[in-house]
């Protein structure tokens, strides 16, 4: 079944996917020094877990949209009776919940608020109703665990970095 591409579950769904990890020239695009920014103003002395996490989290709810919205629009490969069960507009608060939901992912690298802040929009029900075992939680410890390499990773160049200036 085919969604039609202006339908308002498509709302909160970005044009492009836009990466929040920094590139191999991160001393060249300042992305290592917007991070760096972002954690001292939330009191954090390095580049944590926490916003590495924060981000890993947002860049799968991104590209988890784009992909439901291209698959639905272009594809058609979501039969009608689970798009449903994917998709939809909470009648209570009139917002997009499921896989096309803009999760509200708090700062922290804590698997069970960052799988509350998916189950508070109905992502989690999502996911069962198109898999057959329940993959929130492997996908929120794959973000995670991504996330303490990488902020690790940051916190080497940010050494290396100062060592440098010095």
């Known amino acids: 079944m085919i969604i039609n591409p202006n339908n308002r579950l498509f709302d909160r ?5 836009e990466s929040p990890y920094p590139s191999a020239d991160v001393f060249a695009d300042g992305a290592l020094e917007k991070l ?10 390095t580049i944590g877990d926490e916003i590495m996490a924060q981000a890993g989290a947002q860049a799968w709810n ?3 949209q784009l992909l439901w919205k291209t698959k639905a629009t272009v594809a058609g490969d979501v039969p009608g009776d689970i798009w449903g069960r994917v998709a939809w507009i909470d009648s ?9 939901a803009e ?3 708090g700062l922290t690298a804590d698997s ?3 799988l509350g802040a998916m189950a508070g929009v109905g992502v989690d029900l999502a996911l069962n109703a198109v898999s057959a075992i329940p993959v929130a939680g492997w996908i929120i410890g794959i973000v995670v665990g ?7 990773i940051f916190r080497g160049l ?5 060592q440098d200036n010095s």
């Open 13 to 17: 769904v970005p044009d492009l996917f």
């Open 36 to 45: 760096m920014a972002r954690s001292q103003a939330n009191g954090l002395k």
């Open 62 to 64: 991104q590209a988890t």
């Open 92 to 100: 209570k608060s009139d917002t997009i919940s499921g896989l096309l």
């Open 103 to 105: 999760i509200p992912f």
């Open 112 to 114: 069970g608020r960052l």
């Open 146 to 152: 991504i996330a303490r390499a990488l902020a690790n």
């Open 158 to 162: 940010a050494r290396q970095r100062g």
